[in-house]
């Protein structure tokens, strides 16, 4: 069926290292949000992409929307501790807003 | 910001136990609230829409009869979970949107509800 894709599933870096997890769909998206949820917490939004090829950036926070709409991509760079934490994407392939499996961050100071 | 509060954070019971579980929205109103169940290291699963003042929309696999919904107002869902066994043990979290934005908008999510069924 239509779902969000993300991978990877895991990563682990050292501090300082940079970080990317990427998410598609099967369909075009009219928007992409990204959420991080800390170990035993709830997911917190971060931003949504909304344009073809938009990219947005939160500080070392970088997010990239494709230009078909249809992928998305976060990029960490100069990763540290406090990033410690699951990413997910969520978009609406069909309608209700779908989460992607989650990128499962670990840094290792 | 949006503030959703969630109720109980945490629950352990025995099994047959029926559970209820609170989702308020604190400074906006939401005539639409989402619940969530989340497996260990796993993602969200959307369980149901919850309407204010009409019928949940429950999804595909979701009993109805077993995970019931009710959005009497526009800052309160509940979701009671009736005679729990151990398989119903789980992260349960609700989101809403503020009424106010249309559907694009992001949801606000309450801490969870970590529920476990001895």
């Known amino acids: 069926g239509q779902q969000v894709m993300q991978i990877p599933q895991y990563q682990h870096v050292q501090e300082g290292e940079d970080f990317t997890t990427y998410c598609n769909s099967s369909t075009t998206l009219s928007n992409i949000q990204w959420y991080k949820q800390r170990p035993g917490g709830h997911p917190v939004f971060l931003i949504q992409?909304?344009?073809?090829?938009e990219v947005k950036k939160q500080k070392r926070l970088t997010f990239q929307f494709g230009e078909a709409k249809k992928n998305s991509s976060l990029h960490i760079t100069a990763t540290q501790t406090t990033d410690v934490g699951t990413y997910f994407c969520a978009g609406r392939p069909s309608g209700k807003l779908i989460f992607g499996q989650g990128t499962e961050l670990s840094v290792k100071p | 910001g949006a503030v959703v509060s969630q109720h109980p954070s945490r629950v352990i019971c025995k099994s047959g136990t029926s559970v209820k579980i609170e989702c308020r929205s604190l400074?906006?109103?939401?005539?639409?609230m989402f619940w969530y169940r989340q497996f260990p290291k796993q993602s969200l699963m959307l369980m149901a829409t919850?309407?204010?003042?009409?019928?949940?929309?429950?999804e595909q696999g979701v009993e109805k009869d077993k995970f019931l919904i009710n959005h009497a107002s526009l800052t309160l869902s509940t979701l009671t979970v009736t005679s729990a066994h151990p398989e119903d043990s789980s992260f349960y979290i609700c989101?809403?949107?503020?009424?106010?934005?249309?559907?694009?908008?992001?949801?606000?999510f309450g801490d969870g509800t970590r529920l476990s069924i001895l």
């Open positions: 400074d906006f109103q939401a005539t639409t």
């Open positions: 919850s309407n204010e003042g009409s019928k949940a929309t429950y």
């Open positions: 989101s809403a949107r503020d009424r106010g934005f249309n559907s694009n908008q992001p949801q606000h």
């Open positions: 992409l909304v344009k073809s090829g």
